[in-house]
């Protein structure tokens, strides 16, 4: 029973929106970022996935879903870390996420706690932002490179 990660496709759109419903998850704007999820495969079926939401030179982590009998095999971690990957080499300089129930998962991918009033105002524009999470949600965020400190002068 081989496990396969690979891109969204559009015709994947229907399974992961189905995974995301079973897992009471948000399922807003997936359709409009599926180009930048990942989803993992067995037997023909569709059983993890997570995306990527691009906004200037920061994305919101969404959507991390696994299957109920696929949970605890390291599906969702290989699909986290190949994101937080991704990010990196596509030069994004921070990741951001929103989380309900998973807020002591996420550490070991380098994410922190932080301020909702911190977020970067172009993730305002994302469905999980805008209502599809609620205000309750943890949230939380991984820099990507760091960045010059302003008071660090370039001698």
């Keep these: 029973m081989m496990l396969t990660l690979r891109p969204a496709r559009p015709a994947d759109l229907g399974a992961v929106e189905a995974l995301l419903a079973a897992a009471d998850l948000p399922r807003q704007g997936v359709a409009d970022h599926l180009p ?11 059983v993890a996935a997570a995306g990527l ?5 920061s994305a919101l982590l969404r959507s991390v ?6 949970k605890g095999k390291g599906v969702g971690a290989e699909l986290v870390q190949r994101l937080v990957e991704r ?12 989380t309900t129930t998973a ?16 977020l970067p105002p172009e993730l305002h524009a994302s469905e999980e932002l805008r ?7 943890v949230v939380m965020c991984r820099v990507m490179r760091r960045q ?8």
């Design 87 to 98: 990010a990196g080499a596509d030069g994004l300089e921070a990741l951001f996420l929103l």
């Design 36 to 46: 930048y999820f990942l989803v993992a495969e067995r037997e023909g079926a569709l």
């Design 131 to 137: 209502g599809a999470c609620p205000a309750s949600a």
């Design 65 to 70: 879903v696994v299957n109920e009998n696929q």
């Design 53 to 57: 939401e691009l906004y200037g030179t």
């Design 103 to 118: 807020a002591d998962y996420f550490p070991r991918f380098g994410f922190v706690r932080i301020d909702r009033a911190a």
């Design 148 to 155: 010059p400190s302003p008071f660090v002068s370039g001698k």
